[in-house]
């Protein structure tokens, strides 16, 4: 038995250090990280105080809901999504931000605070806010149905009674901010809930978390890119439409950008909601309502995209209102000495289609990059950003550097219906002597090329060495597991 029992830890010990050599030789995955960022604290009544969270490593799939301020009012959210591409490594940074309204000057306590971000809790230490006085305009009241099931009760069983169903003026509506749009163009589509203020005591939504995701699978639209707002909570928002008074609930809404000029078609989508019959002869102590249940539709909706106009590249432009903002460390230099360019495309459109400048070849210049950073802002209806490609260059001549005839990006307006040209207009100049082979060095201000490229080793390697690392290891363990049993065998008998 004493042998048994050490051939068994022997065993078990050989184990647990093979599964230590495998954990070793994988790369390990990144972890999700998450912090909350708060607002200015010192700002006028007719601006907005703002709390975001930022999620780093993961992507988004629940989060807590943002506190209650005193003597504040939430006024809607807005996402930015950032995404960097450097050395060919992808990073996603997401931020969602509430906005606050202030309902009156002063000096206000922002309460120590945590929020959930994907099962990471997350702290804030607060803040204290100053109003300043500015005349801001009447923030409309939200009435008394706030928020998916804020009106859910339980009620007893009511007394033998004769019970009516009022009528009521609330509709379900799918609306496109576009009838046609042009192939690449975005439309916003948004799923909306209306009800007047009188059937607030009649109406409340029944299982919404398990109708909406039927819902948003009917409105998926397989020709099209879809970039879908991050609104989590449904408060209602005070509209007139017709001249009427309404509540208006949003419960979905996103921008779709056409792949083709097939017609974005709509069908027609339901929502049951909890509707209650009111009892004819009101009986006192009683609450005189009888639950029952009421579908609304939508109509179907079709939107027509059109082709863009005759171009040479037509298939290969990006559509959007889209301006060049375009900055450079530093407009004269020598030759031999790298110098960073940043060509950056900002407006309204789908970034995510948006490739690099087309680069023209040019003798005596060395280019590398482009390192990509992508930030997306989903608010009010519009989907927008900037995307930025990054590059190096090392100039081998001396002169002027006209980058126009480098860096250029044809991208179609579908607001003037017309073909632009986004050209870099920076003229850098460029001083010493000729160089004649490949000059790029060390820049002695910029940290990741002093650190990154001095220590680098240009030594090819297998694109399986993780495999191999693995292999070898499991190798030395089996040897080392035989010896010790070989060992254990051969050991005196006690």
Do not use: C
């Not at 931020?95 to 929020?115: D, L, N, W």
């Not at 820049?443 to 030594?459: G, H, K, W």
Request: glycine share 8%; charged share 20%.
């Amino acid at each position: 038995m004493p042998q048994l029992s050490r051939f068994l830890f022997l065993l078990g010990l050989m184990w647990a250090l093979m599964q230590a050599s495998l954990a070793v030789a994988q790369p390990t995955a990144a972890t999700a990280e998450a912090d909350i960022v708060l607002g200015p604290t010192a700002f006028a009544l007719s601006e907005y105080y703002t709390i975001s969270f930022r999620l780093r490593g993961a992507p988004l799939e629940r989060y807590s809901a943002f506190p209650d301020l005193e003597g504040f009012k939430k006024s809607g959210k807005s996402s930015t999504t950032t995404t960097r591409i450097v050395n060919g490594r992808t990073s996603v940074e997401l931020t969602i931000t509430q906005r606050y309204a202030a309902y009156a000057e002063g000096e206000y306590v922002v309460k120590p605070f945590s929020m959930t971000i994907n099962g990471l809790t997350v702290r804030s230490a607060g803040a204290t806010l100053k109003v300043g006085p500015q005349v801001a305009a009447p923030q409309p009241s939200a009435g008394a149905l706030q928020g998916v099931g804020s009106l859910d009760q339980l009620f007893g069983k009511p007394r033998p009674q004769d019970y009516v169903e009022p009528k009521d003026n609330a509709f379900l509506l799918l609306l496109p901010d576009k009838t046609s749009v042009f192939v690449g163009e975005g439309v916003h589509v948004g799923l909306y809930f209306y009800l007047t203020a009188a059937d607030q005591g009649l109406l409340n939504f029944y299982n919404f978390a398990t109708q909406l995701p039927v819902i948003l699978r009917q409105l998926r639209q397989r020709t099209a890119w879809e970039e879908p707002f991050d609104e989590q909570e449904i408060v209602p928002e005070n509209v007139t439409m017709g001249g009427k008074a309404y509540l208006r609930y949003r419960l979905y809404e996103a921008e779709y950008y056409p792949l083709n000029t097939e017609p974005l078609t709509f069908p027609e989508v339901s929502l049951q909601m909890v509707k209650y019959r009111l009892a004819k002869n009101p009986a006192e102590g009683l609450d005189n309502r009888m639950e029952g249940y009421k579908t609304y539709h939508t109509n179907v909706r079709t939107i027509a995209v059109r082709p863009l106009p005759p171009h040479p590249l037509r298939d290969q432009v990006p559509v959007g209102d889209y301006r060049l903002r375009e900055s450079i460390d530093r407009t004269a230099f020598r030759t031999g000495q790298a110098f960073t360019y940043t060509f950056s495309v900002e407006g309204e459109g789908n970034l995510a289609a948006v490739s690099g400048p087309g680069l023209a070849a040019r003798p005596s210049l060395e280019l590398y990059g482009p390192d990509v950073q992508q930030e997306l802002t989903r608010q009010g209806g519009r989907v927008g950003g900037r995307k930025s490609f990054r590059y190096q260059l090392v100039a081998q001549r001396p002169g002027t550097l006209p980058l126009d005839s480098l860096f250029t990006l044809v991208v179609f307006n579908p607001t003037t219906v017309r073909y632009d040209t986004l050209r870099a207009e920076i003229v850098p100049d460029v001083r010493g002597p000729v160089r004649t082979a490949s000059t790029f060095s060390l820049r002695p201000d910029d940290p990741f090329y002093t650190e990154a490229l001095a220590s680098a080793d240009a030594t090819l390697q297998p694109i399986d060495e993780y495999h191999d690392v693995r292999r070898y290891a499991n190798l030395v363990l089996i040897v080392l597991l035989v010896v010790a049993l070989v060992g254990w065998w051969w050991q005196p008998k006690q």
